[in-house]
């Protein structure tokens, strides 16, 4: 699963970026999908990618983590888990991206491209299911997921209120939300072994 979701990916934005045409038939634009109702773009623009570095980064973080959640979800959920996790993934794609559809519903210049926000919906599954795993801050220093967790929402917030750069700051955020609070809505007892494990 997490391979064909990479592979699927990888040709997509390949192909995009031979075709530069894709990507404004198929990205994040507001005013399409409310004024033109072309809603599949709400999932489309995750298949698209600015550059290799946004793609090999948004890949590479997708597959460190997807594995850890599948396994999470099966052992907790056995036949439904790869079901919960395509949930989680692409729940979270959409859902990053609901903040920025009603902001930006009359802008016609605003277009956002990348999985971003599904990637950070997985990651944050993960925090959920083992908050003291280590994740790479930076790439490099090893921390608790759940400091990493922290750290990286008052980041993707700060930054997206200030909106100085070209990076969907909003959709990591609430991206990263969805990802935390998806796997409470079918078992809300995990909170409180979220919690028991941070303070055991």
Same mark, same amino acid.
């Given at each position: 699963?997490?391979?064909?979701? +990479?592979? +699927?990916?990888?040709? +997509?934005? /390949? ?11 198929? =990205? @994040?634009?507001?005013? !399409?999908? #409310?004024?033109?109702? !072309? ?10 990618? *600015? =550059? ?10 997708? /597959? ?31 859902? *990053? $991206?609901?903040?920025?559809? #009603? ?6 210049? %605003?277009?956002?491209?990348? *999985? ?5 919906? +997985?990651?944050?599954? $993960?925090?959920? @299911? ?21 750290? %990286?929402?008052?980041?993707? %917030? ?14 990591? @955020?609430?991206? *990263?939300?969805?990802?935390?609070? %998806?796997?409470? #809505?079918?078992?809300? =007892? ?11």
């Amino acid at each position: 699963m997490t391979l064909l979701i +990479v592979a +699927v990916t990888f040709l +997509v934005s /390949y192909t995009a970026f031979r075709r530069p045409e894709l990507l404004f038939k198929y =990205d @994040f634009n507001p005013y !399409q999908i #409310i004024h033109r109702n !072309q809603w599949y773009r709400l999932v489309t623009h995750a298949f698209l990618h *600015a =550059d290799w570095t946004h793609l090999i980064v948004n890949m590479l973080v997708f /597959y460190s983590f997807a594995d850890v959640a599948i396994y999470y979800f099966q052992m907790l959920f056995a036949q439904n888990g790869t079901l919960l996790f395509l949930g989680l993934y692409f729940g979270g794609i959409v859902a *990053a $991206c609901i903040y920025s559809l #009603i902001k930006q519903k009359d802008n016609y210049n %605003y277009s956002a491209i990348g *999985a971003s926000g599904g990637v950070a919906a +997985v990651t944050f599954a $993960c925090i959920l @299911f083992d908050p003291l795993g280590k994740i790479l801050f930076f790439g490099v220093i090893p921390i608790p997921g759940v400091l990493f967790g922290i750290l %990286y929402l008052a980041y993707s %917030y700060f930054m997206g209120k200030r909106g100085m750069d070209n990076v969907a700051h909003d959709a990591h @955020f609430y991206g *990263a939300v969805f990802g935390f609070v %998806y796997p409470l #809505i079918f078992r809300p =007892d995990m909170i409180g072994r979220f919690i028991e494990k941070i303070f055991q």
